[in-house]
């Protein structure tokens, strides 16, 4: 009977262990909604040139509570390449503090997910929030 009572309890620990550890190592799934690659065969369509070779576009300027934020992202047709904030909150050494470790972070998320669909930074909400506007801005402009 004892052995019985043993083994449930430690089973209720694992048990008890183990679901909050597969929670919180979920990511949630975003969906992207990129462009895709164009192929390398001959074109046969009318995707036209604002949708082919390498160019560089500037978002608008997204107005956060600690100051402007704006991207410029970098296309290769319709392949991000490159992102960056060309401006970013700089108005206090905690500002500049903040943004320097999370544009970084912003700009590679942008190159994996190829979209604007990419999670906030914690503790750069306000920043990722202006980042994700500006850079679809950018986007937007690139495919409209």
Do not use: F, W
């Amino acid at each position: 009977m004892r052995a019985h009572s043993v083994r449930r309890t430690v089973l209720t620990c694992v048990a008890t262990v183990t679901v909050p550890v597969l929670a919180l190592s979920l990511k949630p799934h975003h969906v992207t909604h990129a462009v895709p690659a164009p192929s390398t065969s001959p074109a046969t369509g009318g995707t036209g040139s604002s949708s082919s070779g390498t160019r560089t576009i500037t978002g608008s300027t997204v107005q956060t509570r600690y100051g402007p934020v704006q991207v410029e992202v970098t296309l290769d047709g319709s392949r991000i390449t490159a992102a960056r904030a060309v401006r970013a909150p700089d108005g206090d050494p905690r500002s500049r503090q903040i943004n320097a470790s999370a544009i970084p972070v912003l700009v590679q998320e942008t190159l994996d997910a190829q979209s604007a669909h990419v999670d906030t930074v914690s503790g750069a909400t306000y920043t990722s929030e202006g980042y994700i506007n500006s850079l679809q801005s950018a986007l937007d402009q690139a495919h409209g």
